[in-house]
């Protein structure tokens, strides 16, 4: 046998997998290196309401405001009881308020909203490298966005990878339903030029690109878009969740279900990406969010895929007080271990029926309820983070049975969990710290 | 739970998205511990460098350029840690001497392991990444900075260091 294969033979005395506890704590240490420089990156939210932590880069409270502004006019008709809000933003008295002067629903006790075309504002969206038919077809497809700059321009080039003919879309928003209408438009042009003979294989986005592979095709198709809608709500009605649907010309639609309390610590179902119709997005392009009863987004998906996205607790905002419907006691069982039982199981009972010494920690659960009892998707996929504690909470809180936990793919509700128990001091010892 | 791509993925760990920095490691977590392996034939040089990886490949991400594949830049600074361990352990323990083992036909893998141990440290890096982490030529080069020639012919002269330290003891 010659040298080269027995060096390749000998790769099994050299190379073999990684143990468990090796993989957990170089995954806790890149998470931890991740966590520490998102830590740089500005705190998200409105101020007022809460902090959001969306999965697709770094929002300002000026892009979300931003995103507001554009979207208060993407509505067509003046609802009459409830304003349905424009899917893809933070709850926001501004926004709602804008929302309300401009607009509204054209069937608001279905609360769908169809947004019109607007190839005006399409026309404002610079393009460079299309021919005139090429031109149209862009700004035909744009003005499927609806009112507002969605896109901020459009380039085709052979400057791709290797000199591939490139796409190159640039976002002109950084919220999720901004970002996802973006890559909704993008793959419908180039499905739309190369069905024109454009030749386009790699599409670029300010983030990244991508190659562009052969199955796309052209999906814009408004009536199904809206019978997509219009399932999608009597979906959720029968679900019982409260839903608003934004239907785009476009052929895409976003779909917005709303939690209230008590159901919301004990949702009848969490499959929402099929209480929304969520996967028959081959042929109806989709955004999903869900809401706690304040707003906060809990889920989504559209870009890419989002659970227990809102980060930290509320902190110095108030939050919203109990329903006269969790007038019940609060009394919780907290079962926190360590995954490879480096740190003690810790197990804590809160009772909050008293006057007793956790006032203030009760306080802080009734205040962050909806982060720290976020009911979780049962229809997505998770391969879960490797290294991070578990926790399981079960008893009452204001009367409302409780029985959760959460874990790797939950790791944000661990960690609100840890940091609210540790500030008040109920975690000691190794517990006590992040180490 | 995301069949984002890596280029996705990026800018969702520089936004604090923990799902995202789990995923882009649960992806590429395999590929950093073989590399990390096969360079220092270590277990515990292995996890030191492909953590000082990973946290150096975090720190850098905001330079990443994300029209690239991500696999091979990561590969780049995985390579570079653990050639760092080797070298730091080298220096402590190693010693150069003694290369004299047995004929290819007659030594055991262990003896031959040691034997590419021995080898001056950019040659030893070559063959371990070709034989024990399965790159080839041009992901060498590209794991090394060097050019694929370069990366070709330092193969080729560890692959006759190695005949020659073998054809001592005949």
Redesign the interface.
């Known amino acids: 046998m010659d040298l080269e294969h027995r060096l390749a033979r000998a790769a099994s005395t050299v190379v073999h997998e990684p143990s468990a506890d090796v993989t957990a704590r170089v995954s806790g240490a890149t998470v931890e290196a991740a966590r520490r420089q998102s830590g740089r990156a500005p705190a998200v939210g409105d101020g007022r309401v809460r902090r959001t932590r969306w999965r697709n880069g770094a929002r300002t409270a000026a892009a979300v405001l931003t995103g507001a502004a554009v979207l208060a006019g993407a509505v067509l008709l003046a609802a009459s009881h409830r304003q349905p809000e424009p899917a893809g933003l933070t709850t926001s008295a501004a926004a709602s308020n804008a929302a309300a002067s401009n607009a509204a629903a054209s069937t608001p006790e279905e609360a769908l909203t169809i947004v019109p075309a607007d190839p005006a504002d399409a026309a404002r969206v610079a393009v460079t490298g299309a021919s005139p038919e090429q031109l149209a077809t862009i700004l035909d497809v744009i003005a499927g966005l609806g009112p507002g700059l969605i896109i901020e321009s459009v380039t085709l080039d052979e400057n791709g990878p290797q000199g591939q003919r490139q796409l190159i879309v640039i976002e002109a928003r950084s919220d999720p339903v901004g970002l996802w209408l973006t890559h909704v438009a993008a793959d419908e042009l180039v499905a739309r030029l190369n069905r024109d003979g454009a030749a386009i294989t790699w599409l670029a986005y300010a983030e990244g690109g991508t190659t562009v592979e052969g199955r796309l095709s052209p999906t814009a198709d408004p009536a199904q878009a809206m019978a997509a809608g219009r399932a999608s709500l009597d979906s959720a009605k029968a679900a019982g969740y409260r839903a608003e649907v934004t239907v785009y010309p476009i052929g895409a639609l976003a779909t917005v279900l709303h939690l209230e309390e008590p159901d919301y610590f004990a949702p009848r179902r969490t499959d929402w990406m099929h209480i929304a119709g969520g996967f028959d997005a081959l042929t109806t392009p989709r955004f999903v969010a869900v809401e706690a009863p304040d707003g906060t987004r809990i889920f989504t998906s559209g870009h890419g895929t989002c659970y227990d996205c809102s980060s930290a607790h509320v902190g110095p905002t108030p939050g919203t007080p109990l329903p006269t419907t969790m007038a019940g006691p609060t009394v919780l069982n907290v079962r926190l271990s360590s995954p490879l039982g480096e740190r003690p199981d810790v197990r804590i009972e809160i009772d909050c029926t008293g006057n007793g010494a956790n006032g203030v920690l009760c306080d802080a659960i009734i205040r962050d309820r909806y982060a720290l009892f976020q009911p979780l998707v049962s229809d997505t996929a998770c391969s879960g983070l490797i290294g991070v504690p578990s926790i399981g909470i079960d008893g009452t809180l204001g009367g409302v049975p409780i029985d959760t936990g959460f874990g790797g793919c939950t790791s944000g509700a661990v960690q609100r969990w840890v940091d609210i128990l540790r500030a008040n001091g109920h975690l000691t010892g190794a517990w006590a710290t992040d180490g | ?2 069949a ?2 890596d ?2 993925l ?14 882009l ?2 992806r590429h ?2 590929g950093t ?2 590399t990390a ?2 360079v220092t ?1 270590s ?1 515990a040089l292995a ?1 030191e460098a ?2 000082d990886a ?2 150096r490949a ?2 850098a ?1 905001a330079r990443f350029d ?3 594949p991500f696999a091979p830049w990561l590969r780049r600074i995985v390579v570079n840690c653990a050639l760092d361990a080797a070298r730091r352990d080298r220096a402590n323990h190693r010693s150069p001497v003694s290369l004299a083992i047995a004929a ?2 007659d030594v055991s ?2 003896e ?2 040691d034997a ?1 141990l021995r080898l001056p440290l950019e040659r030893r890096a070559v ?2 990444l ?5 790159l080839s030529v041009p992901e060498i080069a590209e794991a090394l900075e060097l050019p694929d020639g370069t990366a070709r012919s330092r193969l080729a002269r560890a ?1 006759a260091d ?2 020659a330290m ?1 054809e001592v003891r005949h």
């Open positions: 739970v995301t984002d791509t280029a996705q990026v800018p969702r760990v520089l936004a604090g998205d923990e799902f995202a920095a789990g995923e490691f649960r977590w395999p511990w073989r392996l096969a034939a277990t996890e492909a953590q990973w946290i975090i720190a991400l994300a029209t690239r290819p036909d893998d262990d031959l392991v590419v063959v371990a070709r034989f024990w982490a399965d692959l190695l005949r073998l």
